[in-house]
């Protein structure tokens, strides 16, 4: 399964020796799981490498004991690198405040989200793969790299968050195969498992409780949506991150095809997240907003009251729901 965009990152990490790896803001566990295996990766052949997200270090991969590695909203100055690596974002927003050494040194974006129109200077995209950690692994595995079980936990985890562990429809016999190639080489399946889905703080049931609350069902309950104001999470002592988990939630219930969960940021900023189930396309959606992702999850930022970006996507999304129907 070598393909151009892998060559042509081959071609990019002989060019340079020190290369900035960024992430993207809010970050997931692919996020973070694709840039630290990368960073391992190259750090094996010799490379100097700097792992940058420009937000806080996430609540739930406190204990992940390789992510004190990377560097959160950390300065960097432009004379420590040479180049720059992107993983697992499908605009150059996403990078947040690293997007200003963008046009000064030579950019290459790795990435999977089928909105993502190969904004880099150098694009090496497969909306085919599960993951951007399935891509690093791919691309370690050409380069020859030598899997331990430290490199194989942090690798393997971006591969299970993002295939929903294992139940999305991104889950193919190959995604299986590198599984089990990681796990032979002493990934920690249920380390990983566990932190993720076994972290949760008793805040977030208060905050599905009172998300729960708000919930509505229209299209004949084909479309579900609710929301979480800045009130409800400061009366259940929860932050946005603590409300990630909850779209999923809308998605599980029966005869729902599209869920929408709207989190408010800001007096004027809310969060929107899709998923669906079997056959809308949350990306054509979440596009029409200025945002990205997949067919079966996606999300954008809307700069408006709660209320206001409420109606809007609703009406929206059901439009398109009817006339995909048809
Ligand atoms: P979330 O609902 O935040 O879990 O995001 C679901 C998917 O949508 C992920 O693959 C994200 O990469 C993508 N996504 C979420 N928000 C944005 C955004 N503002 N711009 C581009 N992609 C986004
Ligand atoms: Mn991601
Ligand atoms: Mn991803």
């Given amino acids: 399964m070598t393909d151009d965009g892998m060559i042509g990152l081959k071609q990019y990490i002989n060019q340079y020796d020190r290369f900035l790896v960024v992430g993207h803001i809010d970050p997931d566990g692919d996020c973070i799981s694709s840039l630290l295996s990368l960073a391992y990766g190259l750090r094996r052949i010799q490379k100097k490498v700097i792992p940058a997200i420009d937000s806080p270090r996430p609540a739930i991969f406190e204990r992940f004991q390789p992510i004190s590695q990377i560097h959160f909203s950390s300065d960097i100055d432009l004379d420590d690198f040479d180049a720059i690596i992107t993983v697992d974002s499908s605009t150059a927003d996403r990078m947040g405040k690293y997007e200003r050494f963008i046009g000064k040194k030579q950019n290459f ?27 690093i692994y791919r691309f370690l595995k050409d380069l020859g790299i030598e899997y331990d079980p430290v490199l194989a936990t942090v690798n393997l985890l971006g591969i299970q968050t993002d295939t929903g562990f294992f139940k999305y429809s991104n889950t193919s016999w190959y995604v299986m195969e590198i599984a089990a190639e990681l796990i032979k080489k002493g990934a920690d399946t249920s380390y990983n498992a566990s932190m993720v889905l076994e972290n949760n703080r008793v805040e977030e049931f208060y905050l599905l409780a009172e998300m729960a609350k708000k919930i509505q069902l229209t299209l004949d309950g084909t479309l579900i949506y609710s ?23 809308l998605r599980s219930i029966k005869g729902v ?9 800001g ?8 998923r669906s189930k079997k056959w809308f396309d949350c990306a054509k959606l979440a596009i029409d907003y200025g945002g990205g992702g997949h067919q079966r999850a996606s999300g954008c930022t809307l700069y408006q009251t709660m209320e206001e970006a409420i109606q809007q996507v609703v009406e929206t999304a059901s439009c398109q729901m009817k006339r995909e129907k048809q």
Avoid: P, R
Wanted: charged content about 25%; proline content about 0%; glycine content about 6%.
């Fill in 257 to 265: 095809e599209t869920a929408i969960l709207f989190t408010q940021m």
């Fill in 267 to 274: 007096q004027e900023e809310i969060k929107v997240s899709f």
């Fill in 109 to 135: 974006v790795i990435d999977h989200h089928v909105t993502n129109l190969k904004w880099g200077d150098l694009n090496w995209l497969d909306v085919e793969a599960s993951s951007a950690a399935e891509m």
């Fill in 227 to 249: 929301y979480i104001t800045l009130e409800m999470l400061d009366k259940t002592g929860c932050t946005y991150e603590d409300a990630a988990g909850l779209i999923g939630e």
